[in-house]
């Protein structure tokens, strides 16, 4: 599985948009790029997938370049309750049998 | 959507006893699922791979014989701690792939060893 590379940590401000951006420079070309959150005690939850150009849906966005070798996750508006651990995770989406490999996580703090 | 449900959800015992610790598909098979440990605030870390009706597989470094899988139908999967120690404290997550695609997650099991 692709490697991938996140900031540790982030801070926001509630309204404010977060863009976490994760890089995956190893991406093979049947990977899709997914993302998951987690809150303190809980298990990973997931958010978004997508393998290029941008998908959208009711809670992010994900944006992929051309080469796929980055992707950034985009969260609107932010609340105190986004505040998580946001995993990357690079591997192939569309036949999931294989293990997820998971990197250390961007934790976002959203302060009011 | 599809649930894994993970019994317990907090455990506390005594140095040298043994937990099991269950993660059930609720409204799908599960020929795979996946264990995972977590320490106080680090990612998680696979520990194995468990394989209905066959032997799981496990990760560099952890050991079968303490930890041990049991994946005996389609949508049960079981860990036991077995005796356990204050090290063995930890967050315990269980994890199903889905048909569609990303993987759903148990709820975890917070395990204290005193």
């Known amino acids: 599985l692709a490697k991938t590379t996140q900031p540790i940590s982030m801070d926001s401000y509630e309204g404010q948009e977060v863009n976490i951006t994760c890089s995956h420079n190893n991406i093979a070309t049947n990977d899709y790029i997914t993302w998951y959150q987690q809150f303190p005690s809980q298990g990973p939850r997931f958010i978004i997938q997508?393998?290029?150009t941008k998908v959208t849906n009711e809670v992010a966005s994900l944006f992929i370049p051309a080469d796929r070798k980055s992707s950034t996750l985009s969260l609107p508006r932010v609340s105190l309750s986004d505040t998580a651990v946001y995993y990357c995770l690079v591997g192939e989406g569309s036949s999931n049998t294989g293990k997820l490999i998971f990197g250390q996580g961007t934790t976002l703090q959203v302060k009011p | 959507g599809a649930v894994v449900s993970q019994h317990p959800s907090r455990v506390i015992c005594k140095s040298g006893t043994s937990v099991k610790i269950e993660c059930r598909s609720l409204?799908?098979?599960?020929?795979?699922m996946f264990w995972y440990r977590q320490f106080p605030k680090q990612s998680l870390m696979l520990m194995a791979t468990?394989?209905?009706?066959?032997?799981?597989?496990?990760e560099q470094g952890v050991e079968k014989d303490k930890f041990l899988i049991n994946h005996a139908s389609l949508t049960l999967s079981t860990l036991t701690v077995t005796s356990a120690h204050p090290e063995d404290s930890s967050f315990y997550i269980c994890?199903?792939?889905?048909?569609?695609?990303?993987?759903?997650f148990g709820s975890g099991t917070r395990l204290t060893v005193v």
């Open positions: 409204d799908f098979q599960a020929t795979t």
């Open positions: 468990s394989n209905e009706g066959s032997k799981a597989t496990y």
């Open positions: 997508g393998y290029k």
């Open positions: 994890s199903a792939p889905l048909d569609s695609y990303g993987y759903t």
